[in-house]
């Protein structure tokens, strides 16, 4: 069973940081792109930032790009989301999600498990 679970949420002032963490399990890690999401109260699920298999490549929504970076260590199992420059706009439940194939995407449907969501509240 593919289990995938976020920590590193919480509360912070605009202009701060968190790192979000993901461990993943139950599937060889690294044959699998990876991607965190986020949805704020009212509104649709978003695309954040995907990575693809060995981490060679990233790509990321127009919104955070220059602030957040994606990154993994296949060794640990584990996606992270470094969060920079935060702003109260940012303040979501963040997702992570393992791709169905090696090759990263923005679309939530190519995404076939996903974590349980961790808080990012961003206080201006």
């Known amino acids: 069973q593919v289990q995938l679970v976020e920590s590193g949420g919480g509360l912070v002032q605009a202009g701060g940081s968190l790192r979000l963490s993901c461990a993943a399990s139950?599937?060889?890690?690294?044959?699998?792109?990876m991607g965190w999401f986020r949805q704020a109260p009212g509104k649709e699920r978003e695309f954040v930032a995907t990575i693809n298999w060995s981490g060679s490549s990233t790509y990321y929504a127009d919104s955070v790009k220059g602030r957040f970076t994606i990154s993994r260590d296949n060794a640990k199992n584990t996606v992270y989301l470094q969060m920079n420059s935060l702003k109260p706009e940012d303040t979501a439940v963040y997702y992570c999600?393992?791709?169905?194939?090696?090759?990263?995407?923005?679309?939530?449907?190519?995404?076939?498990?996903w974590g349980q969501g961790t808080q990012v509240t961003v206080s201006s």
């Open positions: 999600a393992t791709a169905s194939s090696k090759v990263m995407t923005t679309t939530g449907r190519r995404y076939d498990y």
């Open positions: 139950g599937r060889t890690f690294s044959n699998y792109a």
